[in-house]
T-cell receptor, first 110, second 113 residues
Framework: GQQLNQSPQSMFIQEGEDVSMNCTSSSIFNTWLWYKQDPGEGPVLLIALYKAGELTSNGRLTAQFGTTRKDSFLNISASIPSDVGIYFC??????????FGIGTKLQVIP | SAVISQKPSRDICQRGTSLTIQCQVDSQVTMMFWYRQQPGQSLTLIATANQGSEATYESGFVIDKFPISRPNLTFSTLTVSNMSPEDSSIYLCTGQYGTGELFFGEGSRLTVL
C-alpha cells in the first residue's frame, strides 16, 4: 500500500542536541499523527495535528502540520537517552485508512 | 488515550499451526484495525474489523489466511492460519476514535519455527 516518505531514515545524535525529522506525501491529508515505538512495544501516539499550519507541543516535542497539507515535521529539543526509538508519521484524510511513514530510527549517544 | 489490551503478547509456534490473537478496546473506539509489522519495517494494514460482519481486507491479505471476527464494538480476534516462518511478525490491534486518532495495543510478537 501507499507509504509516506520519512527522513532521515536513521540518525545518531549526542545527548542534549535537538532533533528534526519530517514526513512528506504526494497526497494531502487533513490529520497528521506522530508515534514513537520502543523495542518490543506497540507505537505510542505522541502528537495529533488537525489543521494546516498547526503547531502543537507535547513536552520537548513539537510537531507542525505543513501548510500544503502534504508534509509534517517533528522536532525534539534537548534529547535524552530515553528518546531512543523509531518515530513514525501517519496521515489520514477523512474516513480513509491511516497511511504510515517508513519510520525514523533515532539513537542518542550519552 | 484509548485502552487497548492484546494477548498473547508473544508466542512461538510450529509451522502449519494456527494462532488466534485477541484484542479488547475501550468503548470510545469507533473503528478497529489489524496491522502487521515485519522485522525492521513499518506498519502494514491487514484489514478493518467490522462489527458483526466480514472484515475488509487490504490487497495481499485474504480471509482464509487471516480470519478476523468482531462480535461486538469492543472485541476482535485475528487468527493467523497455517503459519509459516514468513508469518513471523508483530501483529497489532488498533482502535480509532472519531477524531481520527489511532491507538495501538502492545502487539503480539509471533515467531514461527
Amino acid at each position: 500500500g501507499q507509504q509516506l516518505n520519512q527522513s532521515p531514515q536513521s540518525m545518531f545524535i549526542q545527548e542534549g542536541e535537538d532533533v528534526s525529522m519530517n514526513c512528506t506525501s504526494s497526497s494531502i491529508f487533513n490529520t497528521w499523527l506522530w508515534y514513537k515505538q520502543d523495542p518490543g512495544e506497540g507505537p505510542v501516539l505522541l502528537i495529533a495535528l488537525y489543521k494546516a499550519g498547526e503547531l502543537t507541543s507535547n513536552g520537548r516535542l513539537t510537531a507542525q502540520f505543513g501548510t500544503t497539507r502534504k508534509d509534517s515535521f517533528l522536532n525534539i529539543s534537548a534529547s535524552i537517552p530515553s528518546d531512543v526509538g523509531i518515530y513514525f508519521c501517519a496521515g489520514l484524510l477523512g474516513y480513509q485508512k491511516v497511511t504510515f511513514g517508513i519510520g525514523t530510527k533515532l539513537q542518542v549517544i550519552p | 488515550s484509548a485502552v487497548i489490551s492484546q494477548k498473547p503478547s508473544r508466542d512461538i509456534c510450529q509451522r502449519g499451526t494456527s494462532l488466534t490473537i485477541q484484542c479488547q478496546v475501550d468503548s470510545q473506539v469507533t473503528m478497529m484495525f489489524w496491522y502487521r509489522q515485519q522485522p525492521g519495517q513499518s506498519l502494514t494494514l491487514i484489514a478493518t474489523a467490522n462489527q458483526g460482519s466480514e472484515a475488509t481486507y487490504e490487497s495481499g491479505f485474504v480471509i482464509d489466511k487471516f480470519p478476523i471476527s468482531r462480535p461486538n464494538l469492543t472485541f476482535s480476534t485475528l487468527t493467523v492460519s497455517n503459519m509459516s516462518p514468513e508469518d513471523s511478525s508483530i501483529y497489532l490491534c488498533t482502535g480509532q476514535y472519531g477524531t481520527g486518532e489511532l491507538f495501538f495495543g502492545e502487539g503480539s510478537r509471533l515467531t514461527v519455527l
